[in-house]
């Protein structure tokens, strides 16, 4: 019927295709089950009808994804309306879902398969700007989405080929320079692309679905690689190694049982190991909360990162079983001035240090790049901090090369 529609527009006035995917919903299914799922799907038919009215004809194509007809012209104010609605929770269950929809106006006699492709770039194109939005499609949108499409399908490959490394990067007091516990990131040598940023990966792993995979390399190299440092410097040589978790990898089901594997095929305490997540990442409803609670209920410690950023940091404190909180670099950035604007940043940060304080959690400074803002940071309670200053991202092997050093100079002291 769709199709049918379409082709009769095109062959009038013209059309406009809304395509709407929803974001992350395979996460709903694997959590919650799939009654819970179709009942949402219904849920969000129900909010569409709603949002498009009496001017188009909303369908569902298949999966947990919907398109719309409209008049020309009317796309926009229908996918802004849609998000709105989608803003708040829907259906029996109360669920927060968030859709990315592509937009693409055809003009009379476009053929249909070009209508359809052109709102399908848009979508991919929305989900490549953060998802929860829409995108008009544009002449020439198709290739830099193309691009981002393969880049997926090549860090499948990457996995199965062993390009993927990680750095790390140190964590140290503010007092006297050591290190006390390291950052992992991952990073992708690709064999013609050279270094590809996890700012173009990364974003490719959440939209494939490869985080998941992804994300249990990372954690078990950094188990397997912490487990290692402290087999050769003691367990004083550093305290702990920290993983980034997305909000992907919590709503996963066998995320706690990819956890416990990798401590247990590493031999690394739990208590070494810190999961850094950001406020986005666990503000995710009840079963990320389950999530959580087990992992700290195991010894495993949570740190929140790039805090003071969301809307509800104060509040998650509340709720999130956080035992570090790191200082968003945006309030470090300028902070060694006494200018009005940095003087904010100054009572933001010793808000933060005196609120972990009194919670008994501990803080760790972002992005520090020169030695006044190190210098600050401690006059405001911060004991520790990182960023470039004060340690770049390094492969293991340097690091090792630090360690050494470090207890080297700790017993000729």
């Not at 990798?262 to 009840?286: C, I, M, Y």
């Amino acid at each position: 019927m769709f199709r049918d529609r379409l082709t009769a527009d095109l062959a009038g006035e013209g059309a406009c295709v809304l395509l709407v995917d929803l974001d992350d919903f395979k996460t709903v299914n694997d959590s919650l089950g799939h009654d819970i799922g179709d009942g949402l799907l219904v849920s969000v038919a129900t909010t569409l009808r709603a949002a498009v009215g009496d001017r188009g004809l909303p369908v569902r194509l298949g999966g947990d994804e919907f398109a719309v007809l409209l008049p020309r012209g009317f796309g926009e104010a229908v996918a802004r309306r849609l998000l709105t609605a989608l803003a708040q929770p829907v259906g029996e269950h109360r669920l927060l879902v968030q859709a990315s929809i592509g937009i693409a106006d055809a003009a009379p006699g476009t053929p249909l398969d070009t209508v359809l492709r052109d709102a399908d770039v848009a979508m991919y194109a929305a989900k490549q700007r953060g998802k929860a939005a829409f995108v008009r499609y544009r002449p020439g949108m198709e290739a830099p989405v193309l691009a981002h499409i393969q880049l997926g399908g090549e860090l499948r490959r990457a996995l199965d080929e062993d390009e993927l490394h990680l750095v790390y990067q140190p964590i140290v007091s503010l007092e006297d320079g050591r290190i006390v516990g390291v950052e992992s990131l991952v990073r992708w040598n690709h064999p013609t692309r050279g270094l590809v940023s996890p700012a173009d990966f990364i974003p490719a792993a959440e939209r494939t679905g490869l985080i998941i995979p992804l994300g249990r390399f990372v954690l078990r190299e950094t188990c397997r690689q912490m487990a290692a440092w402290l087999a050769e410097f003691g367990p004083d040589a550093v305290q702990k190694a920290g993983p980034n978790v997305s909000a992907h990898q919590l709503h996963d089901p066998g995320f706690v049982a990819d956890v416990v594997a990798a401590l247990a095929d590493s031999g690394l305490p739990a208590d070494r190991l810190v999961l850094e997540l950001t406020e986005s990442a666990v503000l995710r409803g009840q079963q990320v909360s389950r999530t959580l609670h087990d992992l700290d209920a195991m010894g495993i410690k949570l740190a929140l990162d790039d805090f003071g950023t969301g809307e509800s940091s104060l509040s998650l404190l509340r709720s999130f079983p956080a035992a570090i909180i790191k200082l968003d670099k945006s309030f470090v950035d300028g902070i060694e001035d006494d200018t009005a604007d940095p003087v904010a940043r100054q009572a933001v940060a010793r808000a933060v240090s005196q609120l972990a304080q009194a919670l008994r959690l501990d803080t760790v400074a972002e992005g520090i790049e020169n030695q006044g803002q190190a210098d600050r940071l401690r006059e405001l309670g911060y004991t520790l901090g990182q960023g470039f200053h004060l340690a770049r991202p390094m492969p293991a092997a340097q690091l090792t090369a630090l360690l050494a050093a470090q207890r080297d100079t700790v017993v000729v002291g």
